[in-house]
């Protein structure tokens, strides 16, 4: 699959998100005043961050759009290359993650692994 590191992103996004969702329209939806079809266009609702995500792929640039719903402001990203988009969106997932809380002291003392 052509862009794996994307879906692989997207679809592990959905899991971790309620109400994550996205729609691929790779393959069949034109350009504006073009017969040529894209060969990745993904629209993806992010509602608990009130975002929205437009990823493309149309000639040699690789881009994301974010658009913020409160505040109707985007941000456009372009990509050197398709792995360089999986990783960038994955980063961004994993940063908007809640952070892990350290486990008691208790539970550090019950756990062999922090034994001398």
């Not at 609702?45 to 437009?54: G, Q, S």
Request: glycine content about 4%.
């Amino acid at each position: 699959m052509k862009y794996k590191e994307i879906y692989a992103a997207l679809n592990q996004r959905r899991q971790e998100v309620p109400g994550f969702s996205y729609s691929d329209y790779s393959g069949w939806r034109c350009l504006e005043q073009s017969s040529a079809t894209l060969p990745l266009w993904v629209e993806a609702e992010d509602p608990v961050h009130h975002r929205r995500f437009i990823f493309k792929h149309y000639g040699i640039m690789i881009q994301t759009i974010i658009i913020d719903c409160d505040t109707h402001t985007e941000q456009k990203i372009l990509h050197r290359r398709r792995d360089d988009l999986g990783t960038d969106l994955l980063a961004l997932f994993q940063s908007e993650l809640p952070a892990s809380s350290p486990w008691p002291e208790a539970r550090h003392q019950k756990c062999d692994f922090f034994k001398d």
